[in-house]
């Protein structure tokens, strides 16, 4: 399973599990879920979601590392302010905030199940690789910042 590692790059994840949610959707319309079809929640979910990914991507770039998840191992910088002290991976929380907010677009309960699938891929595939090289590269003070922050919240 190690080739898989870091191998699928998480936005396409991300349209990958969009895309299953969408056909569940639209295969199984009995699991429609009418109470919680609100746009606006909707909307409102997936703008948080993208406002954690996004600020967590400018954190990268105003410290000058790599935000790239298919390189970890090119990391100059341990990121630890800003949106980084309350959760070690805003862009994929935003991410799964992101597809919740679809899902409850979708106003299907399968998808809105679905949309949990990116958690235990990514932490699997993403996360714990990238843990290990971040662990490797930064050593104690990587350490140290594990016990203090939570993976995703």
Same mark, same amino acid.
């Given at each position: 399973?190690?080739?898989?590692e870091l191998l699928i790059p998480p936005p396409v994840v991300m349209l990958l599990v969009g895309v299953i949610m969408w056909l569940l959707a639209w295969l199984f319309p009995?699991?429609?879920l009418p109470a919680i079809k609100h746009?606006?929640?909707?909307?409102?979910i997936s703008l948080v979601g993208a406002g954690i990914a996004i600020?967590?991507?400018?954190?990268?770039?105003?410290?000058?590392?790599?935000?790239d998840p298919r390189h970890p191992d090119q990391a100059s910088?341990?990121?630890? +302010?800003?949106?980084? %002290?309350?959760? *070690?991976n805003?862009?994929?929380?935003?991410v799964l905030?992101?597809?919740l907010g679809w899902g409850v677009f979708l106003d299907n309960a399968l998808a809105l199940v679905v949309a949990f699938i990116f958690v235990p891929y990514i932490s699997r595939y993403q996360i714990l690789p990238e843990?290990?090289?971040?662990?490797?590269?930064?050593?104690?003070?990587? +350490?140290?910042?594990? %016990?203090?922050? *939570?993976?995703?919240?």
């Amino acid at each position: 399973m190690r080739a898989l590692e870091l191998l699928i790059p998480p936005p396409v994840v991300m349209l990958l599990v969009g895309v299953i949610m969408w056909l569940l959707a639209w295969l199984f319309p009995a699991l429609t879920l009418p109470a919680i079809k609100h746009i606006p929640i909707a909307i409102a979910i997936s703008l948080v979601g993208a406002g954690i990914a996004i600020a967590g991507m400018l954190t990268f770039k105003r410290s000058g590392t790599t935000s790239d998840p298919r390189h970890p191992d090119q990391a100059s910088t341990l990121i630890t +302010s800003g949106v980084y %002290r309350w959760t *070690r991976n805003p862009m994929y929380l935003g991410v799964l905030l992101i597809l919740l907010g679809w899902g409850v677009f979708l106003d299907n309960a399968l998808a809105l199940v679905v949309a949990f699938i990116f958690v235990p891929y990514i932490s699997r595939y993403q996360i714990l690789p990238e843990e290990r090289l971040l662990q490797n590269k930064f050593g104690a003070v990587f +350490s140290s910042y594990m %016990r203090k922050v *939570r993976r995703w919240i």
